[in-house]
């Protein structure tokens, strides 16, 4: 399996509801990343966590980051239907330039 | 709009074709990248140029041919493609470090490029 794992694959929720994806590595890393894209379109930058921080608020989203589990989670609040895209998890490794993107989680917030 | 812009935003072309895709940053970014994106697939890094030194070929077949002129402009050479090539082409751009050190921090991506091999 890859670095970045993220799951579920897919998502459907009510506008209003929360939204939780969750992001597992592999190995030791310098910071994770979480992105948006909308159908078609380049990606997004959302959050950023080092892997010295537990925890990320940026307006209705919050990132957690467990080195010891090696794993991360995004949750949306209040979900409304301009979130529906895929999400992301991008692992900045400890050794090597590089961030090394999973396969996203599609989430779709019905209105 | 991210700064980075890519051209064209589609292309289709056979296997016999000479094409380039192009990305331009107006970021004052010193570290440029090109992934490939296809369906159902991870993000795959392809190349990475930092202050116009190709810091990473991520054993992309030669048919892919990278150019970075300067800091501001990256293409990507396409020649005798196959159709298992047709994919979403993304270009991205970070502050980079001279020290090689590429600090992993934000990438800034452009639109895409979505490319169809007949």
């Known amino acids: 399996s890859q670095q970045g794992e993220e799951d579920p694959q897919a998502l459907s929720i009510q506008e209003g509801e929360n939204a939780t994806m969750n992001c597992s590595y592999k190995t030791s890393i310098n910071n994770l990343q979480w992105y948006r894209q909308n159908s078609g379109r380049g990606l997004v930058h959302l959050i950023l966590?080092?892997?010295?921080?537990r925890e990320k608020h940026s307006g209705r989203l919050r990132v957690t980051l467990d080195t010891s589990k090696k794993s991360s989670s995004l949750l949306i609040t209040a979900s409304r239907a301009a979130d529906t895209a895929s999400y992301f998890c991008?692992?900045?490794?400890?050794?090597?330039?590089?961030?090394?993107f999973g396969a996203g989680t599609i989430l779709r917030v019905k209105s | 709009e991210t700064g980075v812009t890519q051209t064209p935003r589609h292309l289709v072309m056979g296997m016999t074709n000479k094409k380039s895709l192009k990305c331009e940053q107006h970021l004052g970014h010193n570290a440029m990248y090109w992934y490939k994106q296809s369906a159902k697939k991870p993000l795959e890094l392809m190349f990475v140029y930092n202050f116009k030194e190709q810091t990473e070929n991520n054993s992309v077949p030669s048919r892919f041919s990278p150019e970075c002129p300067n800091s501001s402009h990256l293409f990507l050479h396409l020649h005798t493609l196959q159709p298992e090539d047709s994919a979403l082409y993304l270009c991205?751009?970070?502050?980079?470090?001279?020290?090689?050190?590429?600090?992993?921090?934000?990438?800034?991506f452009g639109e895409g490029s979505r490319l169809t091999v007949l």
């Open positions: 991008a692992t900045a490794l400890e050794y090597g330039n590089k961030l090394v």
């Open positions: 991205a751009s970070s502050r980079g470090e001279a020290s090689g050190n590429l600090n992993t921090g934000e990438l800034f």
């Open positions: 966590i080092r892997s010295n921080e």
